[in-house]
């Protein structure tokens, strides 16, 4: 419901960052329109996931609740969760891809979480995380999959339309970089209470756009992969049952960007808008400067989702240019 | 004067961006302190000189002036001049040292503007400069040496207060990247007007600190090498005339930062705030790190004052981590 978006955007203030929603003269120039951008690279972990996790996790009481949360995560929920958990003062385990970037498994940890790694292809994370679960009497934080977190993830949304009626704009498009649909949720069904004309649009990397696919065959539709693409946030096997609920019918044709276009992406996050974004983070922009919608006089919202990205990765990045 | 920057603030509105004052939660318990980052390398042309360039050339005329503006600069002058030169309308010259960045050249040319270069070390870039401006009837637009510059870089100062009183929030300490002195003075006149009590610091590579040896002498010193140093930036080869005599007297004691501090802020910057720095826009960031000042329970301002920087020296600076 949107008013439980209300409610977080409450919880969260003074705890996340209510991050910028960017310009760029040249992006504009470029796609003839107006881009805005919000900047939840610059959010507390790194990435928007800290919305959810906060909004979720504040509620809970360390002294009823002191077998603390399990979560399980390819990294930026990972780091939402253990530095809401941190901030609680409740402990977290965090299961995660062992092929996860070193990055996202290290700041996991300085959040004084503890790791557990499993194979994407051969084991199950759910099994892994509900085994946990059992054992410590902790609370399960799913990533996608809970009212708590895509309200928290919904407050993003909140903030665009704010800081757009600022400036006396109503968005045509809203991109949202997609997984397993909270944010994407969250963001909609801010959109669709404050800004309806607004279509709002998934982007996912090509050959994981379940959601591009669902969304045409109005079923939750599978990923023919769990691995495989430069975009490792942005790999959830399929739609979240609740997020699809909420975002099925609701959202606008979905995007899917190739790794060549993420790539270029983020040599113009860098070079352009001097931000840092992880290959998932910056599917949206490839969206944008790839074509695959009209910008020519529109007014286009796009989401930085997170910038947790393996220095050494972005580094490769910038010397194929 | 102070009602020049108020002047400046108006005309500069709706072109310039009013750049975020961010807050980091990692930089904030690394240091013990509120850091407070004015991100200038979001701001138009990627650094703050924009500011200054829009002040003085908007006032221009295209019937009057149509010999268009020259101007000399290590990059981020002649980015912001040739950026102000075309939304103004008239044809900017730039005298660019050859050894300056591909990226910033790359840059000044993308605005429409005429680049000529020089060597560093055996040519006067004032002599070029004014030998172009009697040829076309051009107007020299300095880097700093011009009350409307000063006052055009002030805005950035008034900028970060305003937000600051947003938060209830005097700063202890505001660190300023320093070259020739025009972001300084203007930043440290708005401050003594609007927040006297905080203290306002030059920040200088090692080998370059001409600013905080001549705040020490009460006279203009000049640096012994006119290259050398990876901040590009900040190479002026002595304080301005007129950015000292506003500075002496008016600012704390200077600090200089080596380059291995330098590359750690960069680094630090790309890693846990996700925001591309150039090497002279880190020298606070790298003087907050590095413990050249007290930060434990102090609250600091720090300005990342740009962030055009050769894609190829970042990757750099990010493998060798």
Redesign the interface.
Known sequence: MFADIEHAAQRIQGEA?LT?L??N?KLNALTGGRVFIKAE??Q?T?SFKFRGAWNCISKLDPAVNAGGVVAYSSGNHAQGVA?AAQLRGIPALIVMPEDTPE?KKANTKSYGAEVVTYDRATESREEIANYYVAKRGAVLVPPFEHADIIAGQGTCGLEIIAALAGLGVELDDMLVNCSGGGLTAGIALAFSEKSPKTKVHSVEPEGFDDYARSLRSGVREQNPRSSGSICDALLAPQPGEMSFAMNNGRLAEGYAVSEAEVRRAM?FA??T?????EPGGAAGLAAVLSGKLATKGRTIGIVLSG?NVD??L???I??A?
Chains 1, 2 share one sequence.
Request: glycine content about 8%; hydrophobic content about 55%.
């Open positions: 960052v910028p960017l310009e003269v690279n610059l507390r790194g530095a990055i040599r860098f070079e808008l001097k931000l840092v974004v910038g220095p050494k972005y580094a490769e910038l010397m240019a």
